[in-house]
């Protein structure tokens, strides 16, 4: 019995995939169930024209358009197939992710002096000041009062 069952399991796990019956069928000349349906939209159109005072109507079969749809069958992956698959797409966005990193490390950001800011913002306040008329009366107010 146990003999048996080691041939079994041995022969299933042995076995070929469907992958490489359909490649060796391609080989031989078999076209992987690709179809192409032509749709074409027909409609009638009529046009008026004249004929001794009267309007007659003649009735045009016009072809509007013609769309092409493939049908094809898609062949299962293998689990080692979709790991391989999974493993290369992680490698491109792994090299994305580097390329950002590379181009973002040589940007160079400068930082803000905040002493510049706050002493072109005190003299801004300053000679703002020192313009205005009541400043200046004020000062002279204050020059009096000392003498």
Not at 76 to 96: G, H, L, M, S
Request: net charge positive; with cysteine.
């Amino acid at each position: 019995m146990k003999l048996i069952l080691g041939i079994a399991i041995s022969v299933i796990l042995a076995s070929c995939s469907a992958h490489y019956h359909v490649m060796r069928a391609m080989k031989k000349g078999y076209t992987c169930g690709e179809t192409s349906d032509t749709i074409r939209i027909s409609s009638i159109d009529s046009i008026p024209y004249v004929l001794n005072d009267s309007i007659y109507f003649e009735r045009v079969i016009v072809q509007k358009d013609t769309i092409v749809r493939y049908k094809s069958y898609k062949v299962p992956q293998t689990r080692f197939q979709t790991r391989i698959e999974y493993r290369y797409k992680t490698k491109v966005v792994k090299a994305d992710v580097l390329k950002v990193k590379y181009k973002n490390k040589y940007i160079t950001k400068t930082k803000v002096n905040w002493l510049f800011v706050i002493i072109a913002f005190i003299l801004g306040f300053l000679v703002r000041l020192s313009l205005s008329e009541t400043f200046r009366s004020r000062i002279q107010l204050f020059t009096k009062l000392i003498k």
